[in-house]
């Protein structure tokens, strides 16, 4: 269902602020590769929190499997086969350096993501006994 959530809209808006300082700024080995990508899939997940509403454990698990699958696609050089190796914003959004490490970084966002709705979620089961 459609809907427009300002919570998740601010914390989108806010991680995306994040995301463009670390690109821009970031020139180090931890931070722009991982904390980048830590905060990449909260970042989706937030974003696509603001227009639908769903569940928690759905939008997880489809903002998991679609970093995944992004992930896959630099493996096999999606940029380059796309012919948009000379674009920086092409290279940035999607990506152009296959990692493993990535897969470990967006799961621990993830884990982020569904430990503070989980217990967002028992906060306000509890105050509704």
Same mark, same amino acid.
């Given at each position: 269902?459609?809907?427009?959530?300002?919570?998740?809209?601010?914390?989108?808006?806010?991680?995306?602020?994040?995301?463009?300082?670390?690109?821009?700024?970031?020139?180090?080995?931890?931070?722009?590769?991982?904390?980048?990508?830590? &905060?990449?899939?909260? #970042?989706? $997940?937030?974003?696509?929190?603001?227009? *639908?509403?769903?569940?928690?454990?759905? =939008? /997880?698990?489809?903002?998991?499997?679609?970093?995944? &699958?992004?992930?896959? #696609?630099? $493996?096999?050089?999606?940029?380059?086969? *796309?012919?948009?190796?000379?674009?920086? =914003? /092409?290279?940035?959004?999607?990506?152009?350096?296959?990692?493993?490490?990535?897969?470990?970084?967006?799961?621990?966002?993830?884990?982020?993501?569904?430990?503070?709705?989980?217990?967002?979620?028992?906060?306000?089961?509890?105050?509704?006994?």
């Amino acid at each position: 269902m459609l809907t427009f959530d300002k919570k998740y809209f601010f914390l989108a808006f806010l991680l995306f602020v994040i995301e463009v300082v670390i690109a821009v700024f970031a020139r180090d080995s931890f931070v722009r590769p991982y904390v980048g990508d830590y &905060l990449v899939v909260i #970042l989706i $997940y937030c974003a696509v929190r603001t227009v *639908l509403k769903a569940s928690v454990w759905k =939008v /997880a698990l489809g903002v998991l499997l679609f970093s995944f &699958l992004i992930e896959t #696609l630099q $493996y096999f050089h999606i940029v380059n086969r *796309l012919g948009l190796e000379n674009n920086i =914003v /092409a290279r940035t959004v999607i990506g152009y350096g296959f990692e493993w490490e990535d897969f470990v970084a967006y799961t621990l966002g993830m884990l982020t993501v569904l430990a503070f709705e989980n217990k967002k979620l028992y906060y306000r089961n509890k105050s509704n006994a």
